[in-house]
């Protein structure tokens, strides 16, 4: 059973908004196990969907449009389509009742434009959208479906769920599909691929493996299909419970959850207390932290050290260690640990100090050198990393070593 | 001229990732007065590839390849577009000399997965990629044009500015197209437009006007098209100048310009310094000031406030204000202002402390209530900001504010 989604809007396409909708789509066929082969994102124009839907139509057995249902005038999918069809459009009474009732209780009246949008071409199944006035549209041809939806994403969220994909899985139960997706960090692609090559080559055809890397990360995902649904996940947990000890030291979550996420649960278990000093990532350590709802929970605060008088009045770091080794260097992050656990009354504390770039290298400390130390009163680990010369990649780095290191260091605890 | 942008990933069709690249692309490629007509997300198979290159270059001149570029299995989209062509792989020196020096700047070695990504289509003309190990490739057919990048974004980013938008501009100069971007912030995009309406509608018909909205921020853009370049560029910066005076308490920079960096300038021009007190945006105002280069110029740190303790002990917060008025006050960040110039010795401060969410509200003070201060040693102006639920979003939003308000306060300075 193959889908595919048609996106229509010049907005796109200049990149005005990002194809957001999409991306949501996907999921949710694919949780049901109808495979998305393809996306396209169309212009506003008859001829371009008149030409994607044919595309779509000779490809694959289920289409699903959104945009291009507004009341302005270069909203023209309706029209579009049952022009497609070679059907006529009618007026419908019950949509055009149901708009005039939601502009009622926002009181304000209807304009012309509302109007135009109740004709229906007269092969549409009507899907009623409560979330807004341009309903979807279910079209069925040689045993193919069309849908059309609006683009506004609650809209179509709205109708995806409660109409669409009901009315999906009854028509086509399908054939089950799993996936399990692993967190890792600390090991590039290439390295991670060549430990687990012999698993990847093992398993079965009915199982697929994709690398999907990201900054500082990399993320495996399993994907399976088969005809027991309950066989077919007892066979991915199996292979994931195979592969994780291969992997284990870089493995810091599974499926959707964040570093950070993990992070927080660690500290809450652990009742631990964190705090942060920042020279080079200048806060972004504490933002990815408080990024997660409850990090006043184990997140006492953090001090960004940018200038090194900060480094010294507050954090303690002595003058003699700044002029021997510099700010950048192993023996400063150690006693920024030092000075901000004793300071902030944590149990724990993470500090960095590095040159993110592009400028500030010296020979002997060249752009994307970066310290960074983590620690308790009794314990503190420094790490080094050598990165490039572009500022936010080496902030965002560094960060989600940061954050690795505070969770190994607990679970060293 | 016609572009269509292909993005290759199983990892878009499932929806695990927003495929963000098409959007800038579309913007760059638009900027350029290049038309994208059409934006396709393929699986990585060699079949949908193939396919897609075909029925691409079938309709536009320029097609604009993504992902699949990487040292792992799933990623075959170089040898599918050598098959493509026809020709033969060789494996090419100065690539993997190039792989070699940047993991010897890591202190690794390369692999052989890494060996095998110096093997090039014998028709490319490799393009070189400073940010990562997969070189980006152009290709020339019959006068129309094939370019693969990798799909990480900063390295698509970094090849599109340095390598491809400049080789598309010089291959097809075309009509003269010329841009001005005003940024503003401070009111929404309804307002915006019903102050300038009679600005837009008396626009020549060579211009048009867009409404870029973002996060606390709009971006008005102006986009003309003409034969002569130096009449279009001086009727567009006379536009600009008849615009301005319509709305100058909003704007607060032009073209790619960052608040953070507008800031930053001003600053430095004022030889004055900051620092911050954050509360509820957790160090998020520090990483954007800190984002900038040359921040250590004007920027001395900033204390992350998370818990009462740390907004008491450093901050000198009274705790009886804590107790009358509560953290989340304009009592509270007035002495989070005060507290943090006395600690960090700088000319001026900003404070935030509100409630992100999604939980931790009450009636009086619901999700989304976010007082902000800023001052000096005699001057400090408060702020209260009424937001939403939703955590990223009032922190995004919170920070844009507490830059902007700092700005503004300079400027009366």
Redesign the interface.
């Known amino acids: 059973m193959k889908a595919q989604i048609l996106t229509i809007g010049d907005e ?9 909708n ?7 066929l ?1 949780l049901q196990g109808i ?9 506003d124009s008859q001829e ?1 969907i008149t030409k994607g839907i044919d ?1 779509a139509f000779a490809e694959a057995d289920i289409i699903l449009m959104t945009g291009g249902l507004g009341p302005t005038k270069d909203d023209i999918t309706k029209k579009t389509i049952a022009d497609y069809f070679g059907v006529d459009m009618y007026f419908d009474e019950s949509t055009f009742n149901r708009i005039q009732r939601l502009f009622k209780k926002l009181g304000r009246e209807p304009l012309e434009a509302h109007r135009l949008q109740s004709y229906m071409p007269t092969n549409a199944d009507i899907l009623m959208n409560k979330m807004g006035t341009a309903p979807g549209m279910w079209f069925e041809k040689d045993g193919k479906i069309l849908v059309s939806m609006p683009g506004v994403p609650y809209e179509m969220k709205y109708l995806m769920s409660e109409e669409v994909l009901p009315r999906l899985k009854k028509q086509f139960p399908g054939k089950p599909i799993a ?1 399990r ?1 692993i967190l890792t960090t600390g090991e590039g ?3 991670l ?2 430990k687990i090559d012999s698993f ?1 080559e093992a398993l079965p055809s009915n199982i ?6 990201g900054i500082a990360q990399v ?1 495996l ?1 399993l ?1 399976g299909t088969g005809d027991d649904e309950i066989a077919l996940n007892d066979l991915l947990d199996k292979k994931v419970e195979e592969l994780k000890p291969q992997i284990s030291e870089f493995i810091y979550g599974y499926e959707n959850e964040k570093l950070e996420e993990v992070l927080g649960k660690i500290l809450k278990e652990k009742g631990k207390t964190l705090c ?1 000093a ?1 020279s080079c ?7 990815k ?3 997660i ?4 929970a184990y ?9 090194n ?2 480094k010294m009045n ?1 954090l303690q770091v002595q003058s003699s260690t700044l002029e021997k080794h510099g700010a950048v260097s192993e023996e400063t992050v150690i006693e920024m640990v030092k000075g901000v656990i004793k ?3 944590t149990d724990l504390a993470v500090a960095i100090s590095g040159i ?4 500030g290298g010296t020979p002997e400390k060249p752009v994307g050198t970066i310290w960074i130390a983590v620690g308790d009163k009794n314990n503190i680990k420094s790490y080094k990393l ?1 990165l ?1 010369k ?4 080496n ?1 965002e780095y560094s960060t989600t070593v940061a954050l690795n290191v505070i969770r190994k260091f607990l679970l060293e605890l």
Chains 1, 2 share one sequence.
């Open positions: 796109i396409l200049i990149g005005q908004i990002v194809d957001t999409s991306a949501w789509m996907g999921q949710q694919n495979q998305v082969d393809k996306i396209i994102s169309l212009s371009a595309q996936h997706t692609e290439s390295r691929a060549a990847v697929k493996m994709a690398y999907l890397p993320r995902r994907t942060t920042e990532t200048g806060g972004y350590i504490a933002h932290i408080t990024s709802s409850g990090a006043s997140f006492m605060g953090g001090i960004v050290a940018y200038d008088a900060v507050q300071l902030l009354k993110a770039g592009p400028t050598n490039w572009d500022r936010m990649k902030i």
